[in-house]
């Protein structure tokens, strides 16, 4: 008769519940998902520890303490590292609580954001984790939340190949009126990696330059380094913000916002189909001398018939051309500023049931926990651009 094996139970673990009945759970939890986090490594980097041989991808690199809270109580964890390893290694099982944490995170701000009293807030993030928690610890998360956006809105910036700044108003409270304030973000493609990353947010009265300068003047100050360009639209006070604080770098006129400002020059409806098309072929050239060679015959084309088209083309549409310098594949994602729009869009999906912000820092704090999110989730994703065309 064949001989039927049974799972094995790691020793301690089962200790830890004989001796402790239910109140050994979050030891025992705890040793388990240790060794799981363990195994796992082992098989991200195709190694045990010490093992030599030609496949492994990378060393194990000692343990981070962690703690996190469950339903059955605080586990103490010892978080595998890896050296070498690209990408770094981290565990799957703590990646979905990352994103549980993520979203609470968001449910907290925006519950502070509207108003909701601590007893409300209490009772809501009771029914979603499944713990006690007591009004005193909501209002320590609450402050801890402002305090962990305001690290992440202020951690140094690596080096980055290309940059996009773009703004969008929402409305606040502020000297007791409501204001339509601009809210200033710049997203960057890592030089390394090519990966994007939300490089940081800020709330100001306006796009004035002063604002613009200020906003760009941060992220200088945290080290942000470019080697590609920066693509944006036309404001005036952002240019002049970025010929102060960023005079040597590349800047590139977003091509979707040129489209449709050539649209006001059309003298009339029937045209604005053809004209579209004109512009569209320029920036759809293969190269940059092929690109100015179709712009002067279309400034011909228009010279009698919209002679205000034209001029307005021969000065403008060269300011999308800094695109042209860089390598064909990535050029597509780097001319127009449509990240920061689709981003903007995931902001106004979570700030539009706020309505009216009671303040400057509330609308901070709740664009910051979305924009962290999604940095988040971008940095941990496949890369944006290719490195090889990075460099």
């Known amino acids: 008769m064949t001989e039927q094996t049974q799972p094995t139970l ?13 109140d050994g759970l979050p030891n025992a939890l705890s040793l ?28 194990a690199n000692g343990f981070k303490p962690r703690s996190i809270n469950t339903r059955v109580g605080a586990l103490d964890l010892l978080v595998p590292q890896t050296r070498n390893a690209s990408p770094a290694f981290f565990p799957s099982a703590l990646e979905r609580g990352q994103r549980s944490e993520r979203a609470l995170t968001l449910a ?3 519950m502070y954001v509207q108003g909701v009293s601590t007893r409300r807030v209490t009772k809501i993030l009771e029914e979603l984790c499944g713990l006690e928690i007591t009004s005193t610890q909501v209002s320590r998360a609450a402050k801890e939340l402002d305090l962990m956006l305001e690290t992440w809105r202020n951690r140094p910036i690596p080096p980055m190949a290309h940059v996009i700044v773009d703004a969008h108003y929402e409305n606040v409270r502020t000297g007791g009126i409501v204001r339509s304030c601009a809210v200033l973000t710049a997203i960057g493609i890592n030089a390394a990696d090519g990966k994007r990353s939300i490089l940081g947010t800020s709330v100001a009265l306006s796009e004035a330059e002063v604002h613009w300068r200020e906003f760009l003047s941060s992220l200088k100050k945290r080290g942000l380094t470019i080697s590609g360009s920066i693509t944006s639209d036309a404001h005036e006070g952002l240019k002049a913000a970025l010929c102060a604080v960023f005079p040597a770098i590349p800047w590139n006129r977003c091509q979707f916002h040129l489209q449709q400002n ?39 084309k228009y010279s009698k018939s919209a002679p205000k088209l034209a001029s307005w083309m021969d000065e403008n549409l060269p300011e999308a051309f800094t695109v042209f310098s860089f390598p064909e594949p990535i050029r597509k994602r780097l001319r127009t500023s449509n990240l920061s729009e689709s981003t903007n869009k995931q902001i106004r999906r979570r700030t539009r049931v706020v309505g009216i912000f009671p303040s400057p820092e509330s609308c901070l704090r ?7 999110e999604i940095s988040d989730d971008w940095e941990t994703s496949k890369a944006y651009l290719n490195p090889i065309h990075l460099h």
């Open 32 to 59: 388990l998902i240790n060794h799981a986090m363990l195994i796992e490594r082992s098989h991200y980097l195709h190694s045990t520890p010490y093992q030599r041989h030609d496949e492994r991808t990378g060393y």
């Open 366 to 372: 709740l664009v910051s926990a979305v924009l962290m």
């Open 108 to 110: 907290i701000a925006e």
């Open 262 to 300: 050539a649209q006001a020059y059309v003298p009339n409806q029937e045209m604005k189909n053809t004209v579209a098309a004109d512009i569209r072929a320029i920036f759809d050239a293969l190269s940059l001398q092929t690109a100015r060679d179709l712009l002067a015959s279309t400034v011909l």
């Open 10 to 22: 790691n020793p301690e673990i089962l200790n830890a519940i004989l001796e402790h009945g239910l």
